[in-house]
T-cell receptor
């Protein structure tokens, strides 16, 4: 079974609208972390936001927020007031403990295109 | 220079060539990583170094040879590659190897490799 699932291979959104990118995960480890990264066409993987499994509040970073629903094992990224520069691939990743190390597991990504 | 830099940004090589990819991090981190990103596949972790010592090698073919002379520099030496090795190669660094769920990796812009 996939550990990280991003069900939307691609999305088109009108500029200035809010965007929700889906991510579900699967782990039996009580201590884990969830990350979102943005990858523009230039290739660089840009860290956006982090949510810890024990965090009581949803993480926020500027226009980015993480809708963390622990019981549903869901960690959706919300981008408010989308901009043309938000067009990119977005990856959800989870860090969980395997043996003695924390492994980072990546989703397949969602391609977001913002329309003017 | 800030963050994580990689050179070259683009590389075309024949199957009999020998080339090297270079990564440098300016963040004062102790851990560095090589990832391979192929089209339509999740990121694949190749190598992990902590304080210049290799701590993980995920069954990578021997035609890929990493080198970490110090905690700021990481190389990936390439020889007798195959066309299926064509991909984006990303370097990343983190403060330490993941001993917690929260350890965040910061990425360079990648090297786009084409093997003919």
């Amino acid at each position: 079974a996939q550990k990280i699932t991003q069900t939307q291979p691609g999305m088109f959104v009108q500029e200035k609208e809010a965007v929700t990118l889906d991510c579900t995960y699967d782990t039996s480890d009580p201590s884990y972390g969830l990350f979102w990264y943005k990858q523009p066409s230039s290739g660089e993987m840009i860290f956006l936001i982090y949510q810890g499994s024990y965090d009581q509040q949803n993480a926020t970073e500027g226009r980015y927020s993480l809708n963390f629903q622990k019981a549903r094992k869901s960690a959706n990224l919300v981008i408010s007031a989308s901009q043309l520069g938000d067009s990119a691939m977005y990856f959800c990743a989870m860090r969980e403990k395997e043996d003695s190390n924390y492994q980072l597991i990546w989703g397949a990504g969602t391609k977001l295109i913002i329309k003017p | 220079e800030t963050g994580v830099t990689q050179t070259p940004r683009h590389l075309v090589m024949g199957m009999t060539n020998k080339k090297s990819l270079k990564c440098e991090q300016h963040l004062g981190h102790n851990a560095m990583y090589w990832y391979k990103q192929s089209a339509k596949k999740p990121l694949e972790l190749m190598f992990v170094y902590s304080l210049e010592e290799r701590v993980e090698n995920n069954s990578v073919p021997s035609r890929f040879s990493p080198e970490c002379p110090n905690s700021s520099h990481l190389f990936l030496h390439l020889h007798t590659l195959q066309p299926e090795d064509s991909a984006l190669y990303l370097c990343a660094s983190s403060q330490d190897i993941p001993g917690t769920a929260q350890e965040t990796q910061y990425f360079g812009p990648g090297t786009r490799l084409l093997v003919l």
